[in-house]
């Protein structure tokens, strides 16, 4: 059999890409190959989103190259983001490689493979759902579905609009088959991805139209689906209805990832975000007025150019007031083609440092409290594996999505309860209450 290697960089979306060209591969009749080394195949799934995973990238890329002068049979594939933002020039940039794909276009690579071509292949159109191709997925008991593909918004500073293009709503009939085959093969987690969830179905023909609050409904009504997570969603979008399906929903997560980029309405404007800090705190009170116990996460930028102390200072203020349970923080890296890359008045990089610093620092303050109102509860938690830091404890997910690492006696995939008897910003530690009462 022959043998494929995959290694995946940047987002969720492409996680759940690399598991569909790993069960597209293997319906084709290869293997997994463990490493680099010994693969007949060798695929990249690349980001583009910051300048880090770029550089990140080209040194894997060095790598397989080696593998490819000590075994030049070998075929270099290079999917994903990063391929689509430099199209044809992968081929200048490394020669060795010999075929390359954009996001929409990972059935094409199987067309390669069983093409007698031997001249390098470049593929870039949107043409279909990755998320029709079968999946070899990572964890037998979560799925991710791909409800949209591309972007309908033109963020100053984001580079996905151009890799994953323009927006696409996936028909409900296929996402809500795609799960309900996940659920009889043992998935009781699922991941609705899109890169602006709320607006799911408004590019979709009158008939098959459904919002994004109805199509939770249905997958929420899907036997053997326990716990529904979707990101992202969007400030601007996100309505009443989908609140409200928090509150009702029983598999729906109590967690919600809302990027707030930045907490000052001029530079949300100047990042054409469409929304203001008033929209972004508003609906976090309505978030909260609906389930109080929600765990909220957000992405945030550091230093988009004309970041002033002024709107700094606004950042720390709304991330103080809404005390986030997590933070992602970014330093702006200007983007090839993006409007922002073009602004005049990027920020010294040892301003963003020490904004960074900053902002790390609140951000970590509030998430060790927030994790303290856990401490004492008995939490529903999804059984991932081992701990990664001690073997000898299990390591699981709330539906908060926290991870807790614990002692206990329960499997990968079982959904069990765990006393939580610490937190800090990052973990929660806990045990079974049963295996404390087996024990005393
Ligand atoms: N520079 C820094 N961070 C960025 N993000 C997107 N584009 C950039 C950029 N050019 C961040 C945003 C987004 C997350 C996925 O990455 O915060 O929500
Ligand atoms: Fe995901 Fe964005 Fe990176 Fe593409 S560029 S892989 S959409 S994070």
Redesign the pocket.
Known sequence: MPKYHVTT???Q??EHDSERMKGMLESLGYDEAPEQDGADLILFN????REA?DTKFAAHLGNAGRVKRENPGTVIGVG??WAQSVKEEVFEQFPFVDVAFG?GQVHKLAEFLNSDSLTAQGYFEFEGFTGDLPARREREFHGWTQISIGCREVCSYC??PS??GREVSRDPNDVIADVAAMAEDGVREITLLG?NVNSYGRSLPKEQRITFAELLREVDAIDGIDRIRYTSPHPKDIKLDVIEAHAELPSLCEHIHLPLQSGSSALLKRMRRTYDRERFTDRVRLIREYVPDISLSTDIIVGFPGETEDDFAETLEVVDETAFDSAFTFNYSPRRGTEAATFEDQVPHEVKRDRMARLVDLVQQHATERAQRFVGRDLEVLVEGRSRKDPDKLRGRTRHNKVVNFNGLAEAGDMTTVKVTSATSQTLAGEEPLLARALA
């Open positions: 960089f940047g987002c979306m492409n690349t980001c583009s989103i995973a994903g983001c996001p580079i996905v890799t994953r890169q």
